[in-house]
């Protein structure tokens, strides 16, 4: 499903407390089936893009284009139903949302509210568990008798059994360690190709933005500041300075080896790839067998 | 000297568990140094920090600070000299406004309040949000209101700054704001840090890293020491620190290079001597 | 929800707002005991005139007032219409069945509704201009003498700026599940009444289970900071009584006795 935005505009109310950025003149395109990362600081306006994703908030101006629909400031909550299905939504620390007696019937709330039978959400239910890596015997425990990293993978299985056409995932490693985090990212890359899902990752993690996405979005105070492949984003370091990115962890490596005087003819933004142009300026070891 | 800490054979299980989140730990900690304990989530890392000021009682094993042995009659002078900064910003955050959280730890103690108020002000300069004193912690960024805590606990004049994974819900500018006052306080000498943390960049700047596992110390040393064994950092899920990720890499493609840990400025330099073209 | 928790304050620094919160709770009590003691229309007008002058004072516009009368105007409605209808007079000018609309009912009502008015006005000035905080510290003091019959009167105060210092985060925290479940399916606004209350348990199970995270995290940072119980304890935040807060307790006291006296003349 693909999504585009139009001249959108968001703003929040002016007497609401919460008032922080909207969004000012966004022009986006979200490929059907590809991996997307928006990255930007804290306050960039990230999380108010994604509300748009699934229609929870409504542009002040512009179109949101989400597969057919078409929202715009006139669109109505009702029509917005069939939309939420097909869009998820794993927001950050998503385990805060889980209620229900069971683990199964948590996960099994979503596709009960979209109209599936108590069968049909339980089955639904019981695969997006298998998906995420929860065991069967948890199925029946509260929810809250789970560990921090299980409660996590059940939230997202909660929002993975609406089975929809595009995942948008908010910080979805934040606070968990790095093994937890590099399952979790595992996950979503199997998932994105076993069902050919359209993802849009929101974080802070650039090398998970340089290993997995496909287009870049970066956002500074509202407005989008440049799109493009993880290549050309993070190609810029001086730019990326300029604009209170992080780099990804080779970042920094790469600069303090250009300084030494090694020459990189497209910068490295993972290990493999340090490695592979590295290799070469090294004098090697002549082994004799 | 007398250890800051030392924990003998500390055991403790938790009431739903089966599994013991602490067998037989013992420590011992010099004062001024900065202690990195690392381990994954649910390692015991956090068990152990929360013993330290009493906030745990160990089943069996004891606790010494600066050479005083905590019981219940001894724990609130111990608290007075341990302070800990907690995970989360906001659920410690108690005072209605910057400078009355500063304050809470003091008049806790009976500070009086012709001396809070100086104490208050040197504590929020320490840690640079002096403009922010009569904020509402609504209105702050996570990074802020750890820096509030940190100031909230040096206000207190502690002998041991614990941070329990202070840094781990942190956008990587509050990150790198409390990390680096961490090591300015370092730099202060009069403290001892112990840091609780998975981040092994942050562990990097440690005197000494105590890696946890099952509850279970499993091994301590130096960061070069801990990260040249990068196997066992991952077989307790941990990551490896890039630059030995790179050196682990180089040596595997027939690359001399140095047989040790070495730190991204080392490694640069290491690697300019093999240099092919020189 | 908002707009009865927050949007009450209203940030500035008139007169009124640099008032001790201890005079305005003082005076706001003060006043509701004076309206009963107002039977006639000249102590109305003198009243009413205390309300413009302090609405005036306080720099803040009608508007932010007449917001504040909007959540009570059904209860102010029924209760004047009860006072028009249902009053026995001898000038009657209209009846039907047990319905009357008298003389003495109209000046009823119209005394209930000058009550109310003013009543609402003046507590309405008071949580405009004052901070919750503030008004947390005023009551902690005025409350202060019940420590002679023991109650705890330090953690009931701690109790109360620790709750107001939360409010902000648990409508952040409302707002977040609101919308994760939103995003599930759940259709907060509209459906029947069953429905609609059957929707609330998704959000507050919840908003119970992370308070409960939030209670058990503030408890271990406070004990770790020292926190045993009130006894002991020094205070950072005082409140300082001004002159300025005795001129207008002097003030007050002047305006109503003088009003007391017009009463018992007439």
């Known amino acids: 499903m693909d999504i585009t935005f139009k001249q959108v505009d968001y703003t929040y109310q002016a007497d609401s407390p919460m008032a922080t950025l909207g969004l000012r003149d966004i022009n986006l395109h979200f490929k059907s089936g590809t991996y997307n990362a928006i990255i930007g600081q804290t306050g960039s306006g990230k999380s108010t893009l994604l509300q748009h994703l699934n229609a929870l908030l409504i542009p002040t101006k512009g ?37 229900e007696e069971t683990v199964l019937k948590d996960v099994a709330f979503a596709p009960k509210n979209f109209g599936k039978s108590v069968a049909e959400a339980d089955e639904i239910a019981r695969r997006a568990l298998r998906l995420v890596g929860i065991a069967p015997e948890l199925e029946d425990k509260m929810p809250f008798d789970l560990s921090g990293g299980q409660m996590r993978r059940v939230a997202i299985a909660g929002v993975l059994a609406m089975e929809p056409e595009v995942l948008v995932l908010d910080e979805p490693t934040a606070g968990l360690d790095p093994v937890g985090r590099e399952e979790m990212m595992t996950l979503f890359a199997k998932i994105q190709s076993e069902r050919n899902l359209t993802v849009i990752l929101v974080t802070h993690q650039m090398d998970d933005v340089v290993r997995y996405a496909e287009q870049v979005v970066v956002m500074e105070q509202g407005r989008v500041l440049k799109t493009g492949q993880p290549q050309e984003i993070f190609a810029d370091i001086p730019w990326l300075h300029q604009h209170n990115l992080e780099l990804p962890s080779t970042g920094r490596l790469v600069q303090q080896l250009q300084q030494q005087g090694f020459q990189f003819s497209q910068v490295p933004l993972t290990v493999p790839e340090l490695l592979a142009q590295l290799t070469p300026q090294l004098k090697q070891v002549v082994t004799y067998e | 000297m007398v250890p800051i800490i030392q924990v003998k054979d500390l055991t403790y299980t938790y009431q739903n568990s089966k599994v013991p989140a602490l067998q037989n730990v013992s420590l011992t900690i010099e004062p001024g140094q900065w202690i990195a304990i690392v381990g994954h989530n649910g390692s015991g890392k956090s068990t152990l920090a929360q013993m330290l000021n009493g906030l745990i009682a160990p089943q069996s094993g004891e606790v010494y600070i600066d050479g005083e042995l905590l019981t219940e009659e001894s724990v609130w002078a111990i608290r007075r000299k341990i302070g800990i900064v907690f995970q989360s910003p906001d659920n410690q955050f108690v005072g209605a406004t910057v400078a009355d959280d500063v304050a809470f730890g003091m008049e806790n103690n009976g500070v009086p309040r012709a001396e809070m108020i100086p104490r208050v002000q040197a504590a929020l300069a320490q840690v640079g949000m002096t403009a922010y004193a009569d904020h509402e912690p609504a209105r702050l960024s996570g990074g802020q209101k750890q820096r509030v805590a940190l100031a909230g606990v040096l206000a207190q004049r502690p002998q041991v700054i614990i941070l329990d994974e202070a840094t781990s819900m942190l956008d990587p500018q509050g990150r790198h704001d409390v990390v680096s006052l961490m090591t300015s306080l370092r730099k202060t000498g009069q403290f001892t840090i112990i840091s609780i943390t998975h981040d092994i960049d942050e562990a990097a700047l440690a005197d000494q890293v105590i890696l946890m596992d099952n509850g279970k110390v499993i091994t301590s040393g130096t960061p070069a020491e801990i990260f040249a064994q990068g196997e066992m950092l991952q077989q307790h899920g941990l990551t490896v620190p890039l630059s030995e990720k790179v050196r682990q890499g180089l040596l595997q493609a027939g690359v001399k290079v140095a047989d040790h840990y070495l730190d991204e400025e080392q490694l640069v330099k290491n690697l300019w001597t093999l240099h092919s073209n020189k | 929800m908002n ?18 919160p201890r005079l305005k709770l003082i005076l706001n009590i003060l006043f509701i005991v004076l309206i009963f003691f107002a039977q006639h229309w000249p102590s109305y007008v003198i009243l009413g005139a205390v309300v413009v002058v302090s609405v005036w004072a306080s720099g803040i516009y009608l508007s932010f007032f007449l917001r504040g009368l909007r959540p009570m105007l059904w209860l102010i409605l029924f209760t004047v219409g009860l006072q028009l209808f249902f009053t026995s007079g001898q000038h009657v000018y209209w009846q039907w069945g047990w319905l009357s609309l008298s003389r003495e009912g ?85 459906g029947s009444l069953l429905k609609r209350a059957k929707a609330l348990l998704p959000l507050l199970i919840p908003l119970m289970m992370s308070s409960i995270d939030i209670a058990s995290d503030l408890t271990t940072a406070m004990i770790s900071r020292g926190y045993r119980d009130g006894e002991g304890r020094t205070r950072y935040r005082i409140l300082k009584w001004q002159m300025r807060d005795s001129w207008v307790l002097g003030a007050f006291v002047v305006i109503s006795t003088g009003m007391l006296v017009l009463e018992r003349m007439m």
């Open chain 3, 106 to 190: 109209l000046i009823n009502a119209g005394y209930i509704a000058a009550r109310f008015l003013l009543i609402i006005f003046m507590s309405t000035l008071l949580t405009l201009t004052t901070q919750p905080l503030e008004i947390a510290d005023g009551l902690e003091y005025l409350i202060s003498p019940l420590r002679v019959i023991k109650f705890p009167v330090n953690e009931v105060a701690l109790m109360l700026s620790i709750a107001l210092r939360f409010v902000p985060k648990l409508m952040d925290e409302t707002t977040k599940i609101m919308n994760a479940q939103r995003a599930r399916g759940v259709d907060f606004n509209n």
């Open chain 3, 3 to 20: 707009k009865l928790i927050f949007g009450r304050y209203y940030p500035g620094n008139s007169f009124v707002h640099r008032l001790d």
């Open chain 1, 63 to 99: 179109e949101v284009v989400i597969g057919q629909q078409v929202v715009t400031p006139q669109t109505k909550n009702k029509e917005l139903y069939d939309l939420r299905r097909k869009v998820g939504l794993v927001f950050q620390f998503p385990e805060s949302q889980l209620f």
